[in-house]
């Protein structure tokens, strides 16, 4: 059989870089917010906002990992993207939760993710306001500052607590707002915090039993979704649609929203 050492040396490599690259990051956000922070640039609509700080902290995220490990790709979500090739490519949201941000609200996080040929192998989410780091390696399962975390078993449909998140898009708000209102009532509760990488890290948590969002990016989900993954949870969905849950509550959670035409 082929030596796995190699790759869990690659593997541990990689965690490091991601660990530094999110921490830093997050250290950069959390006590360089300026007082007068202000609107910088707006993407999908005029609501959906970018800040210097987004920018700032992909620069430094991209020039970590750039001189730590020069060959591999890029994916961020403030316009960075190059291929790389090693075979690896960082997935990287500098500011997820970015109107929380602004706002002085406290979900909001630093999501790093490494691929290996397509497939996420590592994930990092900081969470600075809340003093928090989840991480998570293929195959090693989740943790949470260094302590193991799962999912929480499923529940009745009825008690299950349910995340989610909005596009910025008027059009596609109308219709997500439809789902909402048939789900509501079936279900124990809904919560939207604002920040998807967050979200999914609270799946793994157990402090939500599912997660579901259309329009997700793969800077919005790379990490979290593997962190979730790596606690117990199921992740996927018809096309452009995010559901995260543990093993029950996902199928009941995607037959619903299927009917829904969600």
């Known amino acids: 059989m082929p030596d796995p050492a190699p790759l869990d040396d690659l593997l541990d490599e990689l965690l490091d870089v991601a660990l530094e690259a999110a921490g830093r990051a997050g250290t950069l956000l959390r006590d360089g917010r300026p007082a007068d922070l202000g609107v910088a640039a707006t993407k999908s609509s005029p609501v959906d906002v970018v800040t210097e700080m987004d920018l700032a902290s992909e620069k430094l995220i991209l020039e970590l990992i750039t001189t730590r490990r020069p060959e591999d790709g ?17 997935v990287v949201d500098p500011l997820d939760g970015t109107v929380n941000y602004l706002y002085g609200l406290p979900s909001w996080g630093v999501s790093v993710a490494a691929e290996l040929d397509g497939q996420a192998v590592v994930g990092v989410v900081a969470v600075p306001a809340r003093g928090e780091l989840f991480h998570a390696v293929l195959g090693r399962g989740a943790y949470l500052d260094g302590a193991p975390i799962h999912c929480r078993p499923a529940p009745p449909w009825g008690q299950a607590l349910v995340g989610t998140g909005f596009n910025y898009v008027q059009s596609a708000r109308v219709r997500q707002a439809e789902v909402l209102l048939a789900l509501m009532p079936e279900v124990r509760d809904i919560r939207r915090a604002g920040a998807a990488a967050v979200d999914l890290c609270d799946v793994a948590a157990g402090r939500l039993d599912a997660f579901y969002e259309r329009g997700l990016q793969p800077w919005d989900r790379a990490a979290g979704a593997l962190i979730a993954a790596e606690a117990g949870a ?13 093993p029950g509550t996902f199928e009941r959670l995607l037959e619903r929203l299927t009917a829904l035409g969600a």
């Open 74 to 90: 890029y994916l961020g979500e403030e316009g960075a993207d190059h291929p790389g090739t090693s075979g690896i490519r960082w």
């Open 234 to 246: 199921h992740t996927g969905g018809p096309d452009g649609m995010t559901c995260t849950a543990p």
